[in-house]
């Protein structure tokens, strides 16, 4: 199998594997517990907590374990508003995973008036647009670092230095960044981030969020003391051992990992776009994520694409409307204003450090003969090809 | 990913009748590229007027293509009334079932086979195109009355999985609603006239029974898509007692809810007398 889709989720490293498991095994003490037994495991958790802030460049006591990127973007909104009652609004953009997006939306319906700001068609923000929204009845704002379908990386330094020019407090969903690209939050305007784990090698349903010192706060998960009382319930302490030990191989090789994940991905584009008619880059190629290409294929659909890839033993994923069970191409594509035409048959290749030049290669072979096969198929391509010149 | 019958698999890795049938006797397409999903169909008769040849050409989803590869198949040899006889229904089936969510893609095809025999037969513009629901996906009104009788069609989401309507910007969902009103009461009338008249009141106990499913399928759900929530407390001859719960309960609106939406649902769906009131914890 050639597994390309790992913006949707990772292979658990073989390291993290065996470093958490001795916590789904002995090692089961509530870190809670007045015992030896129990201060052991609370020791690993203050390791991974030291592993998780230095690989952002922030202080152990400013990372809040969550169960998941979305808890954590759920956390840091909600946590935002509540503490800020005399501002109202929201600013965020429409290009944002579900998890603000669909919150947004919710916190608008209950009555916070939200931005969301528009993209261009490679899916840049205007900073003037920015600037203009940041006002003073606003109480956050939350723009992606860098967008999960195309990979487009958003100036988040600047769009954070204005929002705090307004008061406003920032928050970034990081989900696709922590482990790809180098991050030092130490002099960064950003007041909260959220990451997720199984992006980074380390299982499902772990996650974090980063709290700036001295940012108002307020727990979504309220219970008993843990996490400083800033999120009730047990440890996930398996979890929460193996997103450390991610975080640690990630700082160590995310250097070397980057350039060399960049390279297959510049090959597998450049050689797509080669052989292939009427295909093109979806998204902002100066400011990409290093692993992520999403390319449309003009009058074909994604699903057919990926059905036929799947075939080969080929992974990727689609911003198709027939992929996702809506009727409509993905919003993100949408926001971008990709022509319909090319909108269905956009398929994203997303790598990992475990992908190989023999994986490239094997996409190239095949993916030009299954798009020439549904082209051959649509209706549309005989009318494009006729009013080609020739 | 979607469980696709091993017929569907093999009609789209494998299809049958792909391209253009040279000089054909009937054309039909539907669909667009905006829309996600187009068919072509050409298709050629024999002497004695029976499909000799029919080729398709699709662009879509793989359950697309294989209902188009399937369609082909059914209907050769058949005269141009057997074919016309097919509905979306029969090529599910010959596929060994799809979906819900992808039932248009057969939709599609008994549409694209209709407009190709109303081509042969002269007549361009094959019946009233109807009014325009579902500004989106182009879909008119006939076309959903059609797919609601066929198939049998009760909700709005239904009618989103058959015909695409709806499954967009979701501006046309009352206009839906009332199409199936529209169908619902025709088809009673036809099909119910002479029971209902006689149909005892309901007991009781039927009564609760009809209140607490309507509250958990129609109502629930879409309280709960706003962080709300409701529960059923006690019924009292006609009088409807329920709580309100999660945003509902401190919402300004909750009256609003109450009388307005649950309690014209219920009456509308059980009894005409209902009434709907508010215990206070
Ligand atoms: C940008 C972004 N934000 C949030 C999430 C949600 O993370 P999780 O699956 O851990 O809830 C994802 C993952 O799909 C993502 O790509």
Do not use: D, F, K
């Given at each position: 199998m050639i597994y390309l889709d790992n913006n949707a989720t990772t292979a658990v490293a073989p390291e993290v594997l065996e470093e958490m498991l001795p916590f789904l095994k002995?090692?089961?003490?509530?870190?809670?517990?007045?015992?030896t037994f129990a201060a052991e495991v609370g020791r690993k958790v203050g390791e991974a907590r030291e592993r998780v802030a230095a690989l952002l460049g922030a202080h152990p006591d400013e990372i809040v374990f969550t169960s998941c990127g979305t808890e954590s973007d759920n956390t840091a909104l909600r946590a935002a508003v509540w503490s800020n009652p005399d501002r109202l609004g929201v600013v965020t953009t429409r290009v944002e995973h579900p998890a603000v997006k669909n919150l947004c939306e919710h916190l608008e319906h209950v009555g916070h008036p939200v931005s969301f700001l528009p993209v261009d068609g490679a899916g840049r923000l205007d900073l003037v647009q920015v600037r203009a929204a940041?006002?003073?009845?606003?109480?956050v704002s939350s723009v992606m670092w860098?967008?999960?379908?195309?990979g487009t990386v958003f100036p988040v330094a600047e769009i954070g230095a204005l929002a705090h020019e307004a008061g406003v407090v920032f928050h970034t969903d990081a989900v696709q960044v922590v482990g790809k690209i180098p991050i030092d939050?130490?002099?960064?305007?950003?007041d909260m981030l959220s990451l997720s784990g199984h992006k980074l090698h380390a299982p499902k349903g772990i996650g974090a969020l980063y709290v700036r010192k001295g940012s108002k706060f307020s727990s979504f998960l309220i219970g008993g003391h843990q996490e400083r009382g800033r999120r009730g319930g047990t440890e996930n302490v398996p979890a929460i051992v193996a997103l450390g030990k991610a975080c640690e191989i990630a700082a160590d090789s995310i250097e070397r990992e980057r350039s060399r994940v960049r390279r297959l991905r510049d090959r597998l584009e450049s050689a797509l776009l080669e052989r292939i008619p009427n295909a093109r880059v979806n998204g902002d190629v100066e400011n990409r994520l290093p692993n992520t290409t999403n390319i449309a294929f003009e009058f074909v659909e994604g699903e057919a694409i990926l059905l036929m890839l799947n075939e080969e033993g080929i992974c990727a994923s689609s911003g198709s409307a027939c992929t996702s069970g809506s009727l409509e191409p993905s919003h993100v594509l949408r926001a971008m204003g990709v022509p319909f035409t090319a909108a269905h048959g956009s398929v994203r290749f997303s790598f990992s450090a475990y992908n190989t030049d023999a994986d490239v290669d094997r996409v190239i072979a095949v993916l030009p003969g299954i798009i020439a096969r549904l082209r051959e198929m649509s209706p549309f391509w005989a009318e494009q090809t006729c009013k080609m010149p020739a | 990913m979607w469980d696709y019958t091993d017929k569907v698999k093999d009609h789209f890795l494998n299809p049958r009748n792909v391209g253009e049938v040279e000089n054909a006797d009937g054309v039909g397409e539907v669909g667009s590229l905006a829309c996600g999903d187009a068919l072509r169909l050409t298709f050629k008769l024999d002497d004695v007027g029976r499909i000799a040849d029919i080729k398709f050409k699709t662009f879509g989803c793989g359950s697309a293509i294989a209902s188009s590869s399937a369609l082909t198949e059914m209907v050769k040899g058949k005269t141009l009334a057997e074919a016309a006889k097919i509905t979306n229904q029969d090529i599910a089936d010959y596929l060994g079932g799809l979906p819900k969510e992808k039932m248009h893609c057969s939709v599609m095809g008994r549409e694209a086979l209709g407009k190709a025999i109303a081509y042969y037969r002269g007549d361009?513009?094959?019946?009233p195109e109807g009014t325009l629901v579902c500004d989106c996906f182009g879909v008119t009104d006939k076309e959903i009355e059609r797919a609601v009788l066929e198939n049998n069609l009760k909700t709005v989401e239904e009618v989103t999985d058959y015909t695409k309507a709806g499954g967009g910007c979701g501006r046309c969902h009352e206009q839906i609603q009332a199409i199936l009103d529209k169908v619902g009461t025709e088809c009673m009338v036809e099909a119910l006239a002479p029971e209902t008249a006689a149909q005892p009141k309901l007991t009781t106990l039927q009564k609760i029974h009809l209140i607490e499913d309507t509250l958990e399928r129609e109502i629930r759900p879409s309280l709960q898509k706003d962080g709300g929530d409701i529960e059923l407390i006690d019924v009292d001859g006609d009088l409807v007692l329920v709580e309100l719960r999660g945003v509902c309960s401190t919402c300004a609106a909750a009256q609003v809810t109450l009388k307005g939406y649950v309690e014209t649902k219920l009456r509308e769906l059980i009894a005409p007398e209902l009434v709907v009131e508010e215990v206070t914890a």
């Open positions: 002995e090692q089961y003490a509530n870190p809670s517990g007045m015992y940041m006002t003073r009845s606003v109480a860098a967008n999960n379908e195309t939050l130490a002099g960064l305007p950003i | 361009l513009e094959p019946e």
